[in-house]
């Protein structure tokens, strides 16, 4: 049970499940006489407010005593991160803060070394994201389960808010241009 004393949103951590391979996730279907699809779920999607997350068993003995038939579901493998990820993930990381990708690279050559030693020891036939979804009267309702694994957009931004020389002049230099372009 929740319950609020103020009409304010109220932000509560969320304990996500272990994800699951297809195999059991056609078990747990069986399990409650519902047929399950794949199918190209979003994973942002699963997390919005309007998104209904529940535990599994939960979402399947809701789903068939609802009168649903089949779920949809997803289950997302990673392979071993390499450069050409690094690569990519420090670009979308550099556009997202509008900083330069070489300064990503200089103040966190150790946590990307790091990063990929850790993700090597990753076993890459245990998937990272498993979503069951299905719709009740027009709502969604998913439960998504998620396995460990290092995210190098973590690990970056966790050494950026630490700081740095470099990190620091990047941000000067950019909250200086949006003045001078504020006050032109």
């Known amino acids: 049970m929740k319950i609020t004393k103020n009409l304010v949103h109220v932000a509560a951590e969320v304990q996500l ?24 779920l979003d994973i942002a999607e699963r997390t919005e407010e309007h998104v209904q997350m529940v535990k599994l068993d939960d979402l399947l003995g809701f789903a068939a005593t609802s009168g649903a038939a089949a779920v949809t579901y997803d289950v997302t493998y990673f392979p071993h991160a390499d450069e050409a990820e690094v690569g990519r993930q420090v670009k979308q990381l550099a556009r997202d803060l509008e900083i330069d990708e070489e300064v990503i690279r200089e103040l966190c050559a150790t946590q990307i070394e790091e990063y990929l030693a850790e993700d090597a020891k990753r076993d890459v036939a245990a998937p990272v994201h498993s979503i069951v979804e299905a719709y009740v009267g027009g709502t969604a309702f998913a439960w998504y389960g998620m396995n460990d694994y290092p995210r190098l957009r973590h690990i970056i931004l966790a050494e950026l808010i630490a700081g740095g020389k470099a990190a620091a002049r990047a941000f000067v230099v950019k909250a200086s241009k949006l003045q001078v372009e504020h006050l032109g």
């Open 17 to 40: 499940e272990a994800a699951v391979t297809e195999e059991v996730l056609a078990a747990k279907f069986a399990e409650h006489d519902l047929a399950g699809f794949a199918a190209e």
